[in-house]
């Protein structure tokens, strides 16, 4: 199968701009969409196994585009760090579908990536776009205290490896709750999560800017606890048919708030994974074939299911 294409985005912000970059799967031609987005500190190579088993599995012409959120991957870092937030990635997203004339589109985020569906998803008309299927990967309206307070401990802290396997094992200390994974899965997931240090032969770092972890660090608990009323007003705005996917484990999503998902707002179909924490990396075959059974809602995809 071939590789996806690299392609960027010139995109607005307070100062000079930014450009985004995004991963190019499939026929660029075709009707049916689907935009996968990433996590906090994640970025687009995430959904490379998710990619090619939709486009193996897709019995019509589908495309899968794959954002690097600003600040991550291949994407260009912010002057201001505080734009690091959910609005400034939703205008983004926008320009995206916007940019590509885009008019309907199947939206898979995790984490955060899940964050910016809720809100384009209530937005996307103002650029004439429409999200059909939504697929929110470990997480909802309530983000739990304890998630936010674990991922401020470990974001943003400079590191420098000597070799991918090395970083790969350092990402694993701390990414536990992914769920299992073999040596191989887990080395290709980390390959993009580093890059080369500027000056410094052989050495990498991580692929992030480290200022993304200032706007997390600057959350309070009343402040959280606004975003969730209003996360909530948009959740229960929304009418399309929405696949909730949880990790068992998961110390983002409590159960209350999965339940609460499945009996408000679209009344999103639940689907918990064992043995895995936040967040599932849509690696496994379960993973995937949850993922491709909703989406392409073929025959062969549900029994695969």
């Known amino acids: 199968m071939a590789d996806p294409k690299l392609n960027y985005l010139q995109c607005a912000d307070a100062s000079a701009g930014h450009r985004m970059a995004y991963w190019d799967w499939g026929d660029p031609q075709a009707q049916h ?6 996590g906090l500190a994640r970025q687009a190579r995430d959904f490379d196994v998710l990619a090619q088993s939709l486009l193996r599995q897709a019995t019509e012409p589908l495309r899968v585009i794959c954002p690097d959120v600003v600040g991550r991957g291949q994407s260009d870092w912010l002057a201001d760090p505080m734009a690091y937030q959910i ?3 939703v205008g983004d997203m926008l320009a995206l579908l916007a940019e590509l004339k885009l008019t309907q589109v199947d939206w898979v985020g995790t984490s955060m990536g899940g964050l910016i569906g809720l809100v384009l998803a209530a937005h996307a ?5 429409r999200v059909n299927k939504l697929v929110l990967n470990d997480v909802g309206p309530v983000v739990q205290w304890a998630a936010i307070t674990r991922i401020a401990a470990y974001l943003g802290k400079g590191a420098q490896y000597s070799s991918l396997e090395e970083a790969a094992q350092a990402l694993l200390l701390r990414s536990a709750s992914f769920g299992p994974h073999t040596p191989e899965q887990w080395l290709e997931l980390s390959r993009a999560m580093v890059k080369p240090v500027a000056g410094q032969a052989g050495m990498l770092q991580l692929h992030y800017d480290p200022a993304i972890a200032i706007p997390v660090a600057a959350v309070t608990p009343e402040a959280a606890a606004q975003g969730e009323a209003l996360m909530w007003q948009i959740y229960d705005s929304l009418t399309m048919p929405t696949l909730l996917l949880r990790g068992a484990d998961s110390d983002l999503l409590s159960v209350e708030t999965a339940h609460a998902m499945a009996q408000r707002g679209p009344k999103a179909k639940v689907v918990e994974f064992a043995g895995v924490g936040h967040a599932p990396t849509l690696v496994a075959p379960d993973q995937v074939a949850a993922v491709a059974g ?12």
Do not use: I, K
């Not at 969409?33 to 990433?38: I, K, L, Q, S, T």
């Not at 008309?125 to 776009?129: F, L, N, P, R, T």
């Open 125 to 129: 008309a103002s650029v004439g776009a």
């Open 294 to 305: 909703f989406l392409l809602d073929s025959e062969e995809a549900r029994r695969a299911a």
């Open 33 to 38: 969409v689907v935009v996968c987005v990433h």
């Open 87 to 89: 609005p400034t990635y």
